[in-house]
């Protein structure tokens, strides 16, 4: 089975990391990648949310712009500024950069989870979070392969979480460096699946996604 023992102590969740309107969303997006993936990560998500499986979202943030419109201080900035300089965004090109794509928007009850960082772990109430909801087993999609998907898996490995990544949910601007850092994660980390199969298992009358 993708998601291991069906009798399994605990539950199996869905992340969906920094699927913001300026990568997924076919209106405003500027490559191929991030809108194909994202009607893949839809698929996932309606089936997650037909058997009633926990939900969160990622998304950068404050870092651009708080709520009141303010820029970020350097000091927010960090590594950002030290490994790409000081790259000013207008409030339109900040608002694509943090609002989750529309095919992919978050209901009710789903918790979006906004971070500075890659790794959708680092300095969020994430793991918190997932202890809370008894999450062992979480399925991982959205973007980038190289940067946010493979920080935040080695991050969730690192918490001994069981992790699953459907391999048409994840989608690079670099297609050399998706298939790369794909492999990688595939041999290291994760569980590479079929996004029908897994579909197929998440949806299928046996499944048992709690003890």
Same mark, same amino acid.
């Given at each position: ?18 699927? $913001?309107?300026?990568?997924? +969303? ?6 191929? $990648? ?23 979202? &990622? ?5 651009? #712009?708080?709520?009141?419109? !303010? *820029? ?21 090109? $900040? ?10 928007? *978050? ?11 890659? &790794?959708?772990?680092?300095?969020? *109430?994430?793991? !918190? ?16 392969? &190289? ?9 969730? #490995? ?13 989608? +690079?601007? +670099?297609?050399? $460096? ?8 595939? !041999? ?17 009358? #046996? ?5």
């Amino acid at each position: 089975m993708i998601l291991g023992d069906a009798m399994a102590v605990g539950q199996v969740g869905l992340l969906v990391v920094d699927m $913001a309107r300026s990568l997924a +969303d076919p209106v405003v997006a500027d490559q191929e $990648a991030g809108p194909t993936a994202a009607m893949q990560c839809r698929r996932v998500l309606e089936a997650a949310r037909s058997v009633g499986l926990p939900v969160w979202f &990622s998304r950068g943030g404050k870092r651009w #712009f708080t709520s009141t419109g !303010s *820029p970020a201080a350097d000091v927010e900035r960090g590594g950002w500024v030290r490994m790409n300089g000081l790259v000013e965004q207008s409030p339109e090109q $900040a608002e694509l950069a943090i609002t989750i794509t529309p095919q992919l928007e *978050p209901e009710l009850g789903e918790v979006v989870i906004t971070k500075s960082k890659p &790794s959708a772990f680092f300095g969020t *109430p994430l793991i !918190s979070q997932l202890m809370g909801a008894r999450v062992d087993r979480l399925i991982v999609v959205g973007m980038a392969t &190289s940067c946010c998907v493979r920080a935040t898996i080695t991050d969730a #490995f690192s918490y001994d979480l069981n992790l699953v990544v459907p391999v048409e949910c994840v989608a +690079d601007r +670099d297609p050399a $460096a998706h298939e790369a850092n794909l492999r990688d994660i595939g !041999s290291k980390y994760a569980t590479l699946c079929n996004t029908d199969e897994l579909i197929a298992e998440l949806t299928s009358p #046996f499944a048992l996604h709690t003890n």
